[in-house]
């Protein structure tokens, strides 16, 4: 069974940091690019940042450039999303997902998606 598993979301003031967590088991996570994902209220999903299991590349949007980092651990099949300098417009839920299709921030490339944490920034 594949699972996606979040965690580390909560509130923070901004300007502030957080590190959140995408577990994932149940299929060969070498073979996978892992996509960060949010969702503001009332706003459609966009991608955040994504990176490929199996070269490192990575990818931003522009919004995150800069403030948010995406790593790896294909040891530990974990891909982390740490964001600094955070702002509210940063506040969402934010969801992981993964794709076999390679380094991509297109949401409709994504079979696996995770439950999703939130991420409060406030003023």
């Known amino acids: 069974e594949v699972q996606l598993v979040e965690s580390g979301g909560g509130l923070v003031q901004a300007g502030g940091s957080l590190r959140l967590s995408c577990a994932a088991s149940?299929?060969?996570?070498?073979?996978?690019?892992i996509g960060w994902f949010r969702q503001a209220p009332g706003k459609e999903r966009e991608g955040v940042s994504c990176?490929?299991?199996?070269?490192?590349?990575?990818y931003y949007a522009d919004s995150v450039k800069g403030r948010f980092t995406i790593s790896s651990d294909n040891a530990k099949n974990t891909v982390y999303l740490q964001m600094n300098s955070l702002k509210p417009e940063d506040t969402a839920v934010y969801y992981c997902?993964?794709?076999?299709?390679?380094?991509?921030?297109?949401?409709?490339?994504?079979?696996?998606w995770g439950q999703g944490t939130q991420v409060t920034v406030s003023s």
């Open positions: 997902a993964a794709t076999p299709r390679g380094l991509t921030p297109e949401l409709y490339e994504y079979d696996y």
């Open positions: 149940g299929f060969t996570f070498d073979d996978y690019a």
């Open positions: 990176i490929s299991s199996s070269d490192g590349s990575t």
